[in-house]
């Protein structure tokens, strides 16, 4: 079954943002697929980051592997000293039953 990383966050240092974004590479291993990344997230409810980040994965078993892989948590530590507010999730898609 389909999965997604969805993260949301505040932005406090732009340009470690963007170092950050330049090493993330091994969060798309797997067969992920980038499917948003929008800096001006509108609030529905809460007071979510203004950030937010969906990756799709074909499985949450590949989604877990690019999450929790040496590659990527040797980077992750520089997007959390680049931002606020913030939260990450892996979530299973949904299939309609027939």
Do not use: C, W
Not at 1 to 10: F, I, P, Q, R
Not at 35 to 62: K, M
């Amino acid at each position: 079954m389909t999965a997604y990383l969805v993260a949301n966050y505040d932005i406090t240092d732009a340009d470690a943002y963007l170092d950050y974004q330049g090493k993330a590479a091994p969060l798309l291993a797997g067969g992920a697929k980038l499917l948003a990344l929008d800096p001006n997230s509108t609030a529905a409810e809460g007071e979510p980051g203004h950030q937010t980040v969906v990756i799709e994965y074909p499985t949450r078993e590949a989604a877990e592997a690019a999450y929790n892989s040496a590659e990527y948590q040797a980077v992750v530590g520089i997007r959390h000293g680049a931002t606020t507010n913030g939260r990450a999730v892996i979530i299973d898609g949904f299939e309609m039953p027939s």
